[in-house]
């Protein structure tokens, strides 16, 4: 049973990795683009091609300096974009204001119906645009796939709630009255995502943004522009089929120049950002200077809590899966693994037995569970942190080490012996580094996961329902994201997504997410004048 376990997890193992940017198309000969290659030419299906607009508002257009996407695994250049200047910023949001007009006369159902298409739409290029994922963050196929799936799943939810978003109706405190709660679009939405997510986050915003009657603007990273022109492509003919404005979804590729004119811009009328804790909080002050409305998806250091009682079947690959899939970089990958000191030295041997057996390769390879890292500047920050664990008293148990191979490979890591609180098991590290501390107590533990300054996720293995109902009350797990008996890592669109504290307090997806896309207007309306006219 632990083997069929551990292999169904360990299949959902993955990479996210970034792409180093390289400025100036004349450095990038056209014959060594792999989007002139046979064994690529499934890139030409999603309308990319050697050089590609990165700006979209109804039309494609694109001026500013040229940008070449690398393919992570092997350092190879894929295809050039050409990013967004501010003139071009400027007229995509006076485009999406207009195309605001329109859209919001649209019924909400019937604006259900265009996001079903294009969930039917993103059906039809999975595969596509599945394999670009992968190539271009480097994710495995199958996980590139899995998170085109995510987009598509979040659309078939938002067209359910298209037919159901509403107001109450209230007792009204004076006689022949009612008191109504109005909820209206917020007009246009600013979509800023990350690198490890290039289409899932943004499909969060945009299905439940769009059937609330809003527009959107999207800066994906700066390191994955295509995945963001070949999704734009495909949402911009939907549009187009049903004769709507293009730039009811807009994108603008570019860099901090970009977010930051997004960020400051009244207009805007919520910005949803997600990536590190520190450039967040940047995004955070320039917004809350307008007054505006901002929804963060931040870090996270997250922690598995396994108790004396605990299914150690259960708990191995669960921490396995949780602290190597997509090579340490999710935000809600497990950072910090906290044992019981009954079962310390066993989980900790068993869980360095499992490291040693990840297969390592490329992400096409059906076989490879782990790649590489982000970029060379992670791979430092890898062994940065390494170094910093073994001063505050930290032990290698396995890995440590960069891998001789082309790309940003490392060894998959686990520390023990270190400190709850130690300056680096407090630091989110975006790297396959496991932190291993051993506790005495419940209390010990619950104080421990809570401790950090972020509050994504978390989680507890154990049989003791009391302590199950402790972990999810108020004394428990102060994390938006609480888990029993399964890993940190993962969500399910049907609840809401985000979590507490520096992870920035925002909730993209299920449950009543949807609010936050919205604005409320609180109205009473007198009965006597309807009925009682003279």
Not at 455 to 480: A, E, H, N, Q, Y
Not at 503 to 517: A, M
Request: charged letters at 20%; one cysteine or more.
């Amino acid at each position: 049973m632990q083997r069929v376990l551990t292999q169904r997890v360990a299949r959902l193992f993955a990479v996210r990795i970034k792409l180093s940017p390289s400025v100036g198309a004349a450095a990038v000969n056209m014959s060594t683009l792999l989007v002139n290659r046979p064994q690529y030419s499934w890139l030409r299906e999603l309308g990319l091609s050697e050089d590609n607009d990165g700006v979209y508002n109804g039309s494609w257009g694109g001026q500013g300096q040229v940008v070449t996407s690398y393919c992570p695994a092997n350092n190879e250049p894929i295809a050039r974009v050409r990013p967004a200047t501010m003139a071009e910023y400027e007229e995509t949001v006076q485009k999406a204001q207009e195309a605001w007009k329109v859209w919001a006369d649209v019924p909400a159902p019937k604006r259900g119906e265009v996001v079903r298409q294009i969930g039917d739409a993103l059906r039809g290029k999975i595969k596509a645009l599945g394999s670009l994922v992968s190539l271009e963050m480097g994710k495995i196929y199958v996980e590139g796939v899995g998170e085109v799936q995510e987009y598509v799943d979040v659309c078939d939810y938002a067209v359910g709630l298209s037919r159901m978003i509403g107001g109450p109706i209230l007792p009204s405190e004076r006689p022949g009255h009612a008191l109504i709660e109005q909820w209206n679009p917020v007009g246009l939405v600013g979509v800023i995502t990350a690198f490890n997510f290039p289409v899932a986050v943004y499909g969060w915003n945009n299905a439940i943004a769009l059937i609330c009657g809003n527009v959107c603007l999207w800066k994906g990273a700066p390191t994955t522009p295509l995945t963001s022109v070949a999704v734009t492509r495909i949402v911009a003919e939907v549009l187009e089929r049903n004769h709507l404005p293009g730039a009811i979804c807009s994108m603008t590729c570019g860099g901090a120049d970009i977010g930051t004119a997004m960020a400051k811009d009244e207009r805007v009328g919520l910005l949803s950002f997600t990536g590190s804790t520190q450039v967040g909080k940047q995004v955070a002050m320039m917004v809350q200077e307008r007054f505006g409305r901002q929804l963060l998806e931040l870090g996270g250091n997250n922690a598995i809590i396994v108790f004396e009682d605990a299914d150690l079947n259960l708990v191995v690959p669960s921490a396995v899966f949780a602290s190597v899939g997509t090579a340490g970089q999710r935000c809600t990958t497990t950072r910090r693994l906290m044992l019981h000191e009954s079962v310390h030295d066993d989980v900790v041997e068993r869980i360095a037995k499992a490291y040693k057996q990840i297969r390592i390769g490329d992400p096409w390879d059906p076989s490879t569970l782990y790649g590489p890292l982000h970029t060379k500047q992670a791979v430092q920050q890898y062994l940065a942190a390494i170094e910093q664990a073994k001063q505050q008293g930290g032990t290698l148990v396995c890995g440590g080490k960069i891998m001789d191979r082309p790309g940003n490979y490392v060894e998959p890591t686990i520390i023990t012996g270190l400190p709850h609180d130690a300056p680096i098991v407090h630091t989110e590290t975006f790297v396959p580094i496991l932190y291993v501390l051993k506790f005495k107590t419940e209390d010990e533990a619950f104080a421990w996961n809570n401790e950090v300054k972020q509050g994504l996720s978390s989680s507890i293995f154990t049989k003791d329902m009391g302590r199950v109902f402790r972990w999810l009350g108020p004394k428990g797990s102060d994390c938006g994201i609480v888990n029993v008996n399964i890993p940190t890592s993962g969500a399910e669109i049907g609840g809401a997504f985000g979590g507490e504290k520096h992870t920035g307090g925002g909730r993209e997806s299920g449950s009543d997410s949807w609010k936050q896309y919205m604005r409320r207007s609180t109205w009473v309306k007198t009965l006597t004048y309807y009925f009682n006219i003279p």
